[in-house]
């Protein structure tokens, strides 16, 4: 069993900062990338950045700038830094990390439960 916990989400002003934590634990071999994704009401779900085992980051070209994703691989553990918050930031944000659970295993997609961040005056 592989478990990803989210914290961090909560309600913002425009212009404010909130910082996601996500820790994945369980039943795990290695981790080849991490990324948080999100969801707006009435949306598709979207990649909002990513960071593999190379460390070389992307992210989405709305948030670029304003957000930083960052792991710490000795805790399995991804953080999203977000800044300069906006109203269209609003969603739920979804941790994912892309991993296997034995060398013989094939590498697959594992999902948080979401954390909502609104951003409202």
């Known amino acids: 069993q592989v478990q990803l916990v989210e914290s961090g989400g909560g309600l913002v002003q425009p212009g404010g900062s909130l910082r996601l934590s996500c820790t994945a634990s369980?039943?795990?071999?290695?981790?080849?990338?991490m990324a948080w994704y999100r969801q707006a009401p009435g949306k598709q779900r979207e990649l909002v950045a990513t960071?593999?085992?190379?460390?070389?980051?992307n992210y989405s070209d709305s948030v670029k700038g304003r957000f930083t994703i960052s792991r710490d691989n000795a805790k399995n553990a991804v953080y999203l830094q977000m800044d300069s918050l906006k109203p269209e930031d609003t969603a739920v944000y979804y941790c994912?990390?892309?991993?296997?659970?034995?060398?013989?295993?094939?590498?697959?997609?594992?999902w948080g439960q979401g954390t909502q961040v609104t951003v409202s005056s």
């Open positions: 994912n990390a892309r991993l296997r659970t034995s060398w013989v295993q094939p590498y697959g997609d594992y």
């Open positions: 369980g039943n795990i071999f290695d981790i080849s990338a």
């Open positions: 960071v593999p085992n190379s460390g070389t980051t």
